[in-house]
């Protein structure tokens, strides 16, 4: 039989026990308080608007997310990722070489027709105007059309002019609709951006009067003053020169497409 003291010693460890046991749910509790909530996205992402692109790419891919496709425009370039584990589609837009803007978009434009809770409702539009041209899967993205949403009619009038504007097709607007129009100019317009850089010193895409002065890691040599670009594909950094300027990194002071052999072009008025 325990004496009294053992009882009241036992029963004492116990009541420190389940205080200690309190405070420590407690202390769990204030502390889950302060942590930020995880959010999937774009909304995750704030942090990676402003790094080049160089420092971008891989920033994204550490985090999870797979480069779909890249597109561009005379201004600017637009990049589609996913995020597989978060069922998140996203697109970068990049400007002089950085991330300017990064927002949610829907999961069809990264190709994926179907989400965790079914499929949403830009698929099942991207899927029905399919569906009425007679193709596998539409060619142009959100950014193309501004982001307005379309119905599936609507949507299939943008794509038939995006495709005629792309593969330099007749223009065939037999209903007279806005969103044909629309289409084959933004068509035309990433047709001019994919080719032209194919065409040497003549390439529309670097502007009239630019020529080719160097390779990288080469020196583009001139007298007098002229303006300068360092880059490739459309994605360009420009700089006034006198008496010519090193064609790398280091002289114009940024990398406007990591990882691909750059070029200098010269214009000198």
């Known amino acids: ?27 769990s509790a204030l502390l889950a308080s302060t942590w930020p909530a ?6 995750d992402l704030r942090d990676v608007v402003g790094l080049k692109g160089r420092d971008g790419e891989p920033t994204l891919e550490r985090r999870g997310y797979t480069h779909i496709d890249t597109a561009k425009s005379s201004t600017a370039a637009y990049s589609y990722w996913w995020n597989n584990a978060d069922k998140a589609c996203i697109r970068v837009t990049t400007r002089d070489g950085r991330y300017a803007e990064i927002i ?11 989400k965790e809770t079914g499929m949403s409702d830009g698929a099942k539009v991207a899927i029905a105007a399919a ?3 007679g193709v596998a899967a539409l060619a142009h993205k959100s950014h193309h059309r501004g982001d307005r949403q379309f119905d599936e009619r609507q949507t299939a009038d943008f794509e038939r002019g995006y495709r005629d504007g792309l593969y330099h097709n007749s223009y065939h607007n037999y ?65 006034r020169a006198f008496n010519g300027i090193a064609c790398d990194e280091n ?14 072009f010269l214009r000198q008025d």
């Open 104 to 114: 949610n978009t829907d999961a069809s434009d990264c190709g994926q027709t179907r």
């Open 251 to 264: 002289a114009f002071g940024d990398d406007p497409a990591y990882g691909k052999r750059k070029q200098c």
């Open 38 to 43: 995880q959010a999937a996205g774009a909304d």
């Open 1 to 27: 039989m325990k004496s009294s003291a053992t009882v009241t010693a036992t029963a004492s460890k116990r009541r420190i026990r389940t205080r200690a046991g309190i405070s420590t749910l407690v202390c």
């Open 175 to 239: 209903s007279n609709s806005s969103e044909y129009n629309d289409g084959y100019s933004q068509g035309s317009d990433e047709r001019r951006q994919q080719s032209g850089y194919r065409y040497g010193n003549r390439n529309p895409d670097y502007g009239p009067g630019w020529s080719l002065c160097a390779s990288e890691g080469g020196f583009c040599n001139f007298r007098g003053a002229g303006q300068v670009r360092f880059g490739i594909d459309g994605r360009f950094v420009t700089r």
């Open 131 to 133: 569906a009425i041209l």
